[in-house]
T-cell receptor
Framework: KQEVTQIPAALSVPEGENLVLNCSFTDSAIYNLQWFRQDPGKGLTSLLLIQSSQREQTSGRLNASLDKSSGRSTLYIAASQPGDSATYLCAVGNNAGNMLTFGGGTRLMVKP | EAQVTQNPRYLITVTGKKLTVTCSQNMNHEYMSWYRQDPGLGLRQIYYSMNVEVTDKGDVPEGYKVSRKEKRNFPLILESPSPNQTSLYFC????????????FGDGTRLSIL
């Protein structure tokens, strides 16, 4: 059964820092990997989707990489801002392309 | 506006009283899914639907039912709710899960006493 782990569970950084969030998964037979953001009391917002054949995706200050063979993905956030404070979740799509397995999330706080 | 709408947003009820949480999307998405989110356990998939009249179990389907009679609606039914179903529930949809990101509703917080 697929297991997804996110480290660290919580992270606090000063504004302006570049940071990396990590996601690892146990079964490399995946269809895709998604990164989401969750604000308190809200649903999840999709940030980036990487297909299994891709190595990375970029959107603005966000860059996500995927190393399927080693079971790892990273989310890089450049020049962090207080508005980036949220919980970040990664989710792995199974090989059949019909289910997602989520990690436990990294709670990020960016201090002004 | 493209959105996934869940109702109710909050519900407190008692053990054994049947309830339905509705989910509707206006994006003509084929794929819809229900998740529950619990502290320490994260988000877990309950049921999903690849298209109309096609539903399948996720990782934690016990105690839940779903139906997909029309493309836009995917209700979650608790026939006889129990306290261990107290949780935060999310509905999500995408054009195809394999190719498109998922859009999530704002969540439904259920408390079963």
């Amino acid at each position: 059964k697929q297991e997804v782990t996110q480290i660290p569970a919580a992270l606090s950084v000063p504004e302006g820092e570049n940071l990396v969030l990590n996601c690892s998964f146990t079964d490399s037979a995946i269809y895709n990997l998604q990164w989401f953001r969750q604000d308190p009391g809200k649903g999840l917002t999709s940030l980036l989707l990487i297909q299994s054949s891709q190595r990375e995706q970029t959107s603005g200050r966000l860059n996500a990489s995927l190393d399927k063979s080693s079971g790892r993905s990273t989310l890089y956030i450049a020049a962090s801002q207080p508005g980036d404070s949220a919980t970040y979740l990664c989710a792995v799509g199974n090989n059949a392309g019909n289910m997602l397995t989520f990690g436990g999330g990294t709670r990020l706080m960016v201090k002004p | 506006e493209a959105q996934v709408t869940q109702n109710p947003r909050y519900l407190i009820t008692v053990t054994g009283k049947k309830l339905t949480v509705t989910c509707s999307q206006n994006m003509n998405h084929e794929y819809m899914s229900w998740y529950r989110q619990d502290p320490g356990l994260g988000l877990r998939q309950i049921y999903y639907s690849m298209n109309v009249e096609v539903t399948d179990k996720g990782d934690v389907p016990e105690g839940y039912k779903v139906s997909r009679k029309e493309k836009r609606n995917f209700p979650l039914i608790l026939e006889s709710p129990s306290p261990n179903q107290t949780s935060l529930y999310f509905c999500a949809s995408s054009l195809k899960l394999s190719r498109q990101p998922q859009h999530f509703g704002d969540g439904t917080r259920l408390s079963i006493l």
